[in-house]
């Protein structure tokens, strides 16, 4: 069974980090495009953040950028996500998805993953 899980969300304050995992079991990650997305209460759903595992090509949405870092261990057969400088308008659940390559640009879109996980939550207090 190909899954995703991940970790790591919690309670910071303004200004704090925290680092999200999503560790994949069932399948290995390489060739496969990996995005973050997080969804808060009555806002629509973003695409944070976006790895290629073949090419390690990133992207950011511009609200994360400078502030998020994408990576993967491949031994652990896991993607991070570094978010620093948080801030309360960062709170959200966050979600990793999957999909073998390629995907095109539109990394950003949720439809086009074809694994997901539960999610993780991250609240950022002001």
């Known amino acids: 069974q190909l899954q ?3 970790s790591g969300g919690g309670l910071v304050q303004s200004g704090g980090s925290l680092r999200l995992s999503c560790a994949a079991s069932g399948f290995t990650l390489d060739n496969f495009a990996i995005g973050w997305f997080r969804q808060a209460p ?3 759903r973003e695409g944070v953040s976006y790895l290629s595992s ?3 090509t990133t992207a950011y ?5 400078g502030r998020f870092t994408i ?11 570094q978010m620093n400088s948080l801030k309360p308008e960062d709170t959200a659940v966050y979600y990793c998805k999957a999909t073998r390559e390629p995907i095109g640009r539109r990394w950003y879109v949720w439809d ?3 694994i997901w ?3 993780t939550q991250v609240t950022v207090s002001s």
Request: aromatic letters at 6%; glycine letters at 12%; zero cysteines.
């Open 4 to 6: 995703l899980v991940e």
């Open 42 to 44: 009555g806002k629509v």
């Open 54 to 56: 073949s090419t390690g």
């Open 61 to 65: 949405a511009d609200s994360v950028k």
């Open 71 to 81: 990576s993967r261990d491949k031994a652990k057969n896991t993607v991070y996500l």
């Open 112 to 114: 086009q993953y074809t």
């Open 117 to 119: 996980g539960p999610g």
